[in-house]
Antibody, heavy 121, light 110 residues
């Protein structure tokens, strides 16, 4: 079964850090570009970050640029999001999602169920 | 980059059709043929229903169809079924970001 499973969420104080993980199974992870997308409570979806299959390029939403870092380990079928200098408005359910084609921004065809990040003092 | 505009809610009786609009600008919906639609049941992973404006992934019923005219994309669900009740989000590639999402539409099957 094609699957993405996120972990690493939790409660963190403003200014703190957290590292999210996403483990892929059921497909050749190293062949796909990957993304992180988040959803704040009661709000819509917001794209966060993108990484190419070989990690050669990364891209970020303006709201997280300079604070978040996306990375991957193809040997471990894993995607990561290092989140630093966290703010209240980073509180959200974070999803990892597979890029359908080798064209960033085409479509996200496989999603995980998300991991919740709460930033609060 | 502002979110794409969707109506907050839409509804229909079983067997009827419902159409959800998704309005952007020439810098996103109007400028790219990379418009996609996602179905999201609370607590579950979002599911891709339409990509590249009107294409259906394998396994998605042909009751779901997509189209685009100018800066507005649309998702039509024909022959509404109880399991279609969910939140629906559109998305588009954009000039300044990989993905811009819509505000979401809650579809209710009456």
């Amino acid at each position: 079964e094609v699957q993405l499973v996120e972990s690493g969420g939790g409660l963190v104080q403003p200014g703190g850090s957290l590292r999210l993980s996403c483990v892929a199974s059921g497909f050749s992870f190293s062949n796909y570009e990957m993304n992180w997308v988040r959803q704040a409570p009661g709000k819509g979806l917001e794209w966060v970050s993108y990484i190419t299959s070989s990690s050669s390029s990364t891209f970020y939403a303006e709201s997280v640029r300079g604070r978040f870092t996306i990375s991957r380990d193809n040997a471990k079928n894993s995607l990561y999001l290092q989140m630093n200098s966290l703010r209240d408005d980073d509180t959200a359910l974070y999803y990892c999602a597979r890029e359908k084609a080798a064209v960033g921004g085409d479509a996200l065809d496989i999603w995980g169920q998300g991991t919740m990040v709460t930033v609060s003092s | 980059q502002s979110a794409l505009t969707q109506p907050p809610s839409a509804s229909g009786s079983p067997g009827q059709s419902v159409t959800i609009s998704c309005t952007g600008t020439s810098s996103d919906v109007g400028g790219y043929n990379y418009v996609s639609w996602y179905q999201h049941h609370a607590g579950k992973a979002p599911k891709l229903m339409i990509y590249e404006v009107s294409k259906r992934p394998s396994g998605v019923p042909d009751r779901f169809s997509g189209s685009k005219s100018g800066n507005t994309a649309s998702l039509t669900v024909s022959g509404l079924q109880a399991e279609d009740e969910a939140d629906y989000y559109c998305s588009s590639q954009a000039a300044t970001t990989f993905y811009v999402f819509g505000s979401g539409t809650k579809v209710t099957v009456l």
